[in-house]
C-alpha cells in the first residue's frame, strides 16, 4: 500500500490527557433512515456487528464490509428485520455512511483499509470514523491526520477490553481518544459505542484510547505471566487447585487473570482453560499488543523492565500453543517444569 497520504506522524504522546468518568447513557436519540458501516468482521467484529445490528433503528441500513466473503455471507443469513448489504469495497461503504467503525488487525491493515477510503475522495457528508483497532497510537494519528486534511469526516480511536465474551454480550469496555477541537465529537462517538458495549472512557485527545489500551495490556500480559507461575508454584507444591484459586482471590494476589481467566483447568468453569483453552483473548494477540505497548513505550521514552521477558515468554508459548488463549502461558511453565 502507498503511504504517502500519511504524513510525518506526532513523535511524541500527549504529556497529559483529561480523564472522565465511564459514561453509560447519551440522552439524545439516535437519527432515523441512517446508513451505518462496518468494516472487519473476526472474531471481535463479527458480534460487535451483530449487536450494532440489533441495536439500531429499523428504518436504518447496515453495510458490512470483509475480505471474507463467507462470512460477510454468513452475517447476512444471520440478519433479520434490518436492512444489511454487503459493500462493494470500503470506499463504496464510507461513501454511503454517515457512521463508520472499523476492527482491524494491525496497523498496516488499517491504513490500508483507510488509503483505499480516502483514494478519490468522499462526498461531503456528516461522517464520523470509529476505528476500534488496537494499534500504535502514532499509526492512528497518522490515519486521523489523513481523515481530517481531505475533509472525509472525523475520525476517534476507541479500542475495546472484555474479549470475545464481552463482545458477544455487548458487555466491552471502549477506550475513547477524540479531538476536543470539535465539539460533541466524544459524546456522538459515546453514544455508537455504548450500541456495542456498557462502559466508555473517555481518557483524552485521538489517540489516547490506544495509549489507554496498551498500559491496560501491558499490565495484562505480566499479570497474566505471575497468575501462571504462582498457581504452578502452589500446585506443585501439593495445594489444591481450586483451593488455592480461591485463597488467592480472597486474598491480595487477585486480579482478573486469577478470579475470571484463571489459566488452571477446573478453576474456573467459563474460563478457556477449562475447555482446552480455545476462544478467548488468543496468545498471537497478546504478543502483538505487547510488541505494540514496548513499540510505543520506547517512542515516549519510557522504561520497561518486565518487558523483554514477558514477550520471550509469548513467543514461546505461542510457539508450542498456537491458536490458544493466551492462558495456555500457564501450560507452557507446567511442561517446562521438572
Known amino acids: 500500500m502507498s503511504t504517502s497520504m500519511f504524513k510525518t506522524p506526532l513523535r511524541r504522546l500527549l504529556a497529559t490527557t483529561s480523564v472522565h468518568a465511564p459514561r453509560r447513557a447519551f440522552s439524545t436519540t439516535l437519527p432515523r433512515d441512517a446508513t451505518w458501516g462496518f468494516i472487519g468482521l473476526g472474531k471481535m467484529g463479527y458480534p460487535m456487528a451483530k449487536n450494532l445490528r440489533s441495536k439500531i433503528p429499523q428504518s436504518d441500513t447496515l453495510l458490512i464490509c470483509d475480505s471474507n466473503s463467507e462470512v460477510t455471507q454468513q452475517f447476512l443469513k444471520e440478519g433479520s428485520g434490518l436492512k444489511v448489504e454487503v459493500a462493494g469495497g470500503p470506499h463504496e461503504l464510507a461513501a454511503e455512511s454517515e457512521t463508520i467503525i472499523t476492527s482491524l488487525p494491525e496497523p498496516r491493515h488499517v491504513k490500508d483499509v483507510f488509503h483505499l477510503i480516502l483514494k478519490g475522495g468522499l462526498p461531503t457528508k456528516d461522517r464520523l470514523f470509529i476505528d476500534c483497532s488496537t494499534i500504535d497510537p502514532i499509526s492512528s494519528r497518522e490515519v486521523a491526520n489523513a481523515v481530517h486534511c481531505t475533509g472525509a469526516g472525523k475520525f476517534v480511536d476507541a479500542p475495546m477490553s472484555g474479549g470475545v465474551v464481552g463482545a458477544s454480550a455487548g458487555t ?98 467459563t474460563a478457556p482453560a477449562s475447555r482446552d483453552y480455545a476462544g478467548g483473548f488468543g496468545v498471537s494477540l497478546m504478543k502483538k499488543d505487547l510488541r505494540l505497548a514496548v513499540e510505543a513505550a520506547r517512542e515516549s521514552g519510557t522504561q520497561l523492565k518486565l518487558a523483554e521477558t514477558a514477550q520471550g515468554v509469548y513467543e514461546e508459548t505461542e510457539g508450542g500453543y498456537p491458536g490458544k488463549d493466551f492462558s495456555v502461558v500457564y501450560r507452557y511453565l507446567q511442561e517446562g517444569s521438572r
Not at 455508537?192 to 458495549?197: A, N, P, R, Y
Not at 489500551?213 to 504462582?230: C, F, G, R
Not at 480461591?246 to 486469577?258: A, D, E, K, P, V
Request: hydrophobic share 40%.
Open 172 to 269: 466491552l469496555t471502549f477506550m475513547l481518544g477524540a479531538s476536543s477541537k470539535s465539539p460533541g465529537l466524544a459524546q456522538r462517538a459515546e453514544q455508537v459505542l455504548l450500541l456495542m458495549g456498557k462502559k466508555v472512557w473517555h481518557l483524552g485527545e485521538q489517540g489516547a484510547g490506544l495509549s489507554g489500551k496498551l498500559a491496560n495490556n501491558y499490565l495484562l500480559a505480566i499479570q497474566n505471566i505471575a497468575t501462571a507461575e504462582a498457581m504452578n508454584l502452589g500446585i506443585r507444591w501439593g495445594l489444591d487447585p481450586k483451593t488455592l484459586g480461591q485463597m488467592i482471590n480472597s486474598s491480595t494476589g487477585r486480579c482478573w487473570s486469577s478470579e475470571v481467566n484463571n489459566p488452571v483447568p477446573g478453576v474456573v468453569e
